[in-house]
């Protein structure tokens, strides 16, 4: 592989290092859980663990749980999300931007959240269900496989909605007027010709949505109430009081892992087969629509605004309503809000503190691996974009259990640190910004490169000088999002936290299951505020009003 | 200051595929260098492979007596300018222009003064403190230029600078960048695929071809004296016609064309009676003559061009044959149909090996 004139430099310093990086967090803790998954106490080798999950029915039950909570959620996100984003970029909406912001909050918002909110509406003690039984309306029942698919579609639709809008902007609009001209209409125009081209686009984030919902253990472990999934049966085989299964845990994850993995392989592989690429002289300009159409698609939209943000907004609402313990008191003050500063106050302090360590390190890493990826075009680059992107497919309670399963140990105990959770936090949320920076690094040309190079500059120092400054727009707008769902990550650090480094998704996640709903809502609350002040500073930076995903 | 720079026996190899075949080249100090050839020939990643953006695994290339070929890009003291500029969009003109010197541990007064000097001589100074997506492309080829040589490198690479330009505004820089070149004294290698660029900024060209130089010589004997019918075809445009040697004596070659004209030719190389050649006329190497004199030719086409005529006739060799006059000299001109008799001039003509289709002249070689 080395040629004679390959020397050592500052970026063969960077491949070594995301090879060990990688190797350490994430290769081999993989290969030590498929060798776990293939293990029992008494066998060195066994498919025991596979036999067993196949042939229980509590376990076939989940995974077939699973798979139909999560496809049916798929289909209704694609149903709801590009009709809204077809109306919002073809017509002419009032509100659009605010409309479009609240979408993006609501997306970015932790999912457990929402089933949180729900229960409170519509769970059995919920307000709006005590509302409309006095009035004598029965509400059916929130929880189970109808409730976790309202939280999801409605956390997750979104995603669709973001993709298609991008795909949308990117199709010129004198093809509908080519379309039209050739005599096709209304439906029949979009169904033709708009649909065919972003349809690899929705396809894409039909993926992200299915291995979310997926991977999603908060939402169905608060909402599901025995109608259980994959992600909360491997957390019951690990921390199971009754013998934690280790071996057994493994072998579900795996399952876990392959079905995400097969997923997201069809979809690359039906993509790359329909992928167009198109000129773009002219963007789609909204249009005004008249009378009914008007009314409706208005209404479509609002609707679809509301039911996704209401969750977040009752739950600030309540953040603020008076407590007595546990139980809800009359009136409304500050006392969640000194409970939580009295109380949970570490557990703010260590997301910040966490959260600012891992983003700076996914900054760094993610814009030199993006300039690996991107420039070194060689084998080692290629194994490498597929490390980075290897975390989309495992759920981030797998993810936990794998860190937790191989470092838990000498040679190198990290169990119980603060560092696990932020690696965990690293190679989860990294993945934005590679992709983000990977994408401006390929609109700019090497010669720039090449020039500082040629000015007596080495490679490191032509980095830092040129190249990064560059890609700065597109570090921000992938940081963004990896800063945000850093701040929200839930599902590994449950795995990985303990007393010392509780954070305030734990936290918040904990008190829903204590019932202390007023401190769940005010540590909440915060929590938006934090990612809606974040946002805003982005768009102020940027000078736009939208994120790239 | 200047360096010449050795290439001996370059080879590069991608995939199985040779790139560059065992090329050699010697530049000499100062002069302004060409690697001129169609797309593909290989001449950037030769360019690519001096600058040290290729490695070189065959062969070597020395500037003056020093091998570089394992020293790193950033120690190799050039300067080089791309072919979309590569201007760093973070920077202004200054800052672009400062950016090689401040490597340099000068003081900043003596930075300041060379950055204002270059400005000056590429005409710049006024847009000193602009970004670069606030310049044209002419601007922007000028900072690269004042960029390129600010730093007194000891060599100048240029990858065909002037491609993203416009006719008018290529002329103009070219002129510019020669100017500069000869200023300064700089030794240069500077890559095209326009012929007519080459000749005119040029002290000596290298034809390429398939990883291979084909001819290094000076622009007015890379036209006149072409050594293979590669470069013949490739610079200008010449007519193919086949020949056979009747016999040589008195210095002279007696030669007849396939279209029956003879002709006496000077400094050809040895040759036996009976031997099958090209012969290349070039379109204002004929001569408007009368039947005893030339060959038959019918016109099909005439186009009037102001300067000259040009015309598009049948020789009865089965291919079209290509024929300009000088309007000034020309008697008169004559239309489409008209039977006309042309003659050759036979000092300007050149010979070619019907096989190797390498010349068969005296005195013109390959590598000079």
């Not at chain 1, 409706?296 to 313990?325: C, E």
């Not at chain 1, 600012?356 to 490498?384: D, E, Q, W």
């Not at chain 1, 609109?443 to 020039?451: G, K, M, T, V």
């Not at chain 2, 990858?159 to 300064?184: T, Y």
Request: hydrophobic letters at 45%.
């Amino acid at each position: 592989m080395f040629k004679k004139g390959v020397r050592f430099d500052f970026w063969s310093f960077i491949s070594l290092l995301s090879l060990i990086f990688f190797g350490l967090f994430l290769v081999i803790p993989v290969v030590r859980m498929l060798v776990f998954s293939l293990q029992s106490e008494e066998a060195i080798f066994t498919w025991d663990n596979f036999v067993r999950f196949f042939s229980r029915k509590y376990y076939t039950r989940a995974l077939w749980n699973s798979v139909k909570v999560v496809s049916c959620a798929t289909i209704l996100v694609m149903l709801i999300g590009v009709p809204l984003a077809y109306i919002t970029t073809t017509f002419k909406i009032r509100g659009n931007r605010l409309i479009n912001i609240l979408v993006i909050i609501s997306m970015l918002s932790p999912p457990f959240l929402g089933a949180y909110s729900w229960i409170l509406m519509l769970g059995r003690n919920g307000e709006i269900t005590r509302i409309l039984n006095s009035i004598g309306i029965g509400v059916p029942s929130i929880y189970g496989f109808g409730g976790i698919l309202l939280v999801f579609v409605l956390k997750l639709f979104p995603y669709i909605y973001m993709y298609t809008k991008g795909a949308l902007k990117k199709v010129d609009a004198s093809l509908g007027e080519a379309a039209e001209s050739l005599g096709y209409h209304g439906i029949r125009k979009v169904v033709k010709v708009s649909l065919p081209l972003v349809l690899p686009t929705i396809l894409a984030g039909a993926t992200i949505v299915f291995l979310r919902a997926f991977a999603d253990y908060g939402t169905p472990r608060l909402i599901g109430e025995g109608f259980s999934t994959l992600p909360v049966i491997v957390y019951q085989e690990w921390v199971s009081e009754t013998g934690a299964n280790a071996y057994f845990a493994s072998a579900v994850a795996m399952i876990m892992i392959i079905i995400a993995a097969l997923v997201f392989l069809l979809q690359k592989w039906i993509t790359s087969r329909k992928n167009y690429t198109m000129s773009m002289l002219n963007p789609i300009r909204p249009k005004q629509l008249k009378g009914a159409a008007n009314v409706l698609a208005h209404f479509y939209v609002y609707l679809i605004a509301v039911l996704a943000t209401l969750p977040q907004i009752y739950i600030i609402l309540i953040s603020f309503r008076n407590t007595k313990g546990v139980m809800w008191d009359e009136g409304y003050g500050f006392s969640s809000y000194i409970t939580v500063f009295t109380k949970s106050i570490k557990s703010i302090l260590n997301t910040f503190e966490f959260g600012i360590i891992a983003i700076c390190v996914v900054v760094v890493l993610g814009t030199l691996f993006a300039y690996v990826t991107v420039r070194k075009k060689n084998l080692f680059s290629k194994i490498l974009d597929v490390f980075i992107m290897f975390p989309y497919v495992i759920p981030g309670t797998i993810f936990g259990l794998l860190l937790l399963m191989t470092y838990n140990q000498p040679p190198l105990v990290l169990s119980g640190t603060a560092a696990i959770i932020i690696i965990s936090y690293v190679i989860r949320r990294m993945p934005y910004t590679v992709r983000s920076s990977a994408a401006i690094l390929r609109q700019i040309s090497p010669s720039i490169d090449e020039a500082s190079a040629s000015l007596g500059y080495g490679s490191m120092q032509t980095f830092f000088n040129v190249t990064m400054p560059v890609m700065v727009p597109g570090i921000i707008s992938g940081a963004i999002l990896s800063w945000i769902t850093i701040l929200n990550e839930l599902s590994s650090t449950l795995m990985l936290y303990t007393g010392r480094t509780q954070t305030m998704t734990v936290t918040i996640f904990q008190e829903i299951s204590r019932g202390g709903y007023g401190t769940a809502a005010a540590l909440s609350t915060i929590l938006t505020v934090t990612m809606v002040t974040s946002l805003m500073i982005f768009f102020k930076i940027t000078k736009s009003e939208d994120i790239d995903l | 200051m200047a360096v010449a720079i050795h290439i001996n026996e370059v080879k590069k190899i991608y995939e199985n595929n040779e790139v560059i075949r065992n090329l050699s080249a010697h530049i000499m100090p100062g002069e302004l260098f060409t690697l001129l050839g169609p797309s593909g020939c290989g001449k950037t990643t030769l360019l690519r492979m001096i600058a040290g953006f290729n490695s070189v695994e065959h062969g070597t290339i020395a500037f003056d007596d020093q091998v570089i070929n394992n020293i790193p890009v950033y120690k190799r003291n050039f300067g080089m300018v791309f072919q979309n500029y590569a201007i760093f969009p973070n920077m202004t003109v200054y800052r672009n222009i400062e950016y090689g010197l401040k490597n340099k541990k000068l003081d900043k007064a003596e930075v300041a003064r060379r950055v204002n000097e270059i400005m000056e001589t590429v005409q710049i100074t006024q847009y000193k403190d602009r970004y670069p997506d606030k310049l044209s492309g002419g601007q922007q080829q000028r900072v690269a230029l004042a960029r390129a040589i600010v730093v007194q490198p000891q060599v100048l690479l240029m990858d065909e600078p002037l491609s993203n330009l416009d006719a008018k505004l290529r002329i103009e820089m070219r002129e510019a960048i020669r100017e500069v070149q000869k200023k300064i004294g700089i030794t240069t290698v500077y890559v095209t695929h326009d012929q007519e660029e080459a000749l005119a900024i040029s002290d000596r060209i290298a034809v390429m071809n398939r990883g291979d130089i084909q001819q290094i010589e000076t622009p007015e004997r890379i036209y006149s004296r072409p050594y293979n019918t590669f470069v013949a075809d490739f610079i200008g445009h010449s007519n193919r016609f086949e020949g056979t040697v009747l016999g040589q004596g008195n210095g002279v070659t007696r030669i007849r064309m396939q279209t029956g004209l003879e002709l006496e030719v000077g400094g050809v190389k040895p040759l036996s009676a009976g031997t099958s050649l090209l012969v290349y006329v070039r379109p204002e190497e004929f001569i408007f003559t009368d039947e005893a004199h030339g060959m038959k030719a019918q016109v099909l086409v005439k186009r009037f061009l102001g300067k000259y005529i040009h015309y598009v006739v049948d020789c009865g060799t089965g291919t079209h044959v290509e024929v300009t006059a000088d309007t000034s000299s020309a008697e008169r001109i004559h239309e489409p149909g008209e039977t006309i008799f042309l003659g050759v001039n036979t000092r300007r003509v050149n010979l070619f090996d019907a096989t190797t289709e390498n010349t068969l002249l005296e005195g013109v070689e390959s590598h000079v």
